[in-house]
């Protein structure tokens, strides 16, 4: 059973940081690409960001590059998104999501199995 748990949302004010965590469990030996998503009240549900299960190749949305990174510790099982300058617009459950099978990072939702239940994050002043 493959366990998708993501923390770290809250309150941020617009310009400041905020770091998500998303923890994988599951079987041994495997790992995972990851990625994150978010939704917005009244929107469909869109790609932020991913990394490979190497951690060599990340991919980003544009409305995200150069202000939020990805990165991953395999030892801790753990993916992070690091959220700087954030926006008011950037408000929206954000979901981590893993798939075992994808060797390179994805966009598309439908790619991967298994998700987490989301963490708020709210950027108002």
């Known amino acids: 059973q493959v366990q998708v748990v993501e923390s770290g949302g809250g309150l941020v004010q617009p310009g400041g940081s905020l770091r998500l965590s998303c923890a994988t469990s599951?079987?041994?030996?495997?790992?995972?690409?990851t990625g994150w998503f978010r939704q917005a009240s009244g929107k469909e549900r869109e790609f932020v960001a991913a990394?490979?299960?190497?951690?060599?190749?990340?991919y980003y949305a544009d409305s995200v590059k150069g202000r939020f990174t990805i990165s991953r510790d395999n030892a801790k099982n753990t993916v992070y998104l690091q959220m700087n300058t954030v926006k008011p617009e950037d408000t929206a459950v954000y979901y981590c999501?893993?798939?075992?099978?994808?060797?390179?990072?994805?966009?598309?939702?439908?790619?991967?199995?298994?998700w987490g239940q989301g963490t708020q994050v709210t950027v108002s002043a």
């Open positions: 999501a893993a798939d075992p099978s994808l060797v390179q990072g994805s966009r598309v939702e439908s790619e991967y199995d298994y």
């Open positions: 599951g079987p041994r030996l495997r790992r995972y690409t």
């Open positions: 990394i490979s299960w190497s951690g060599d190749s990340t």
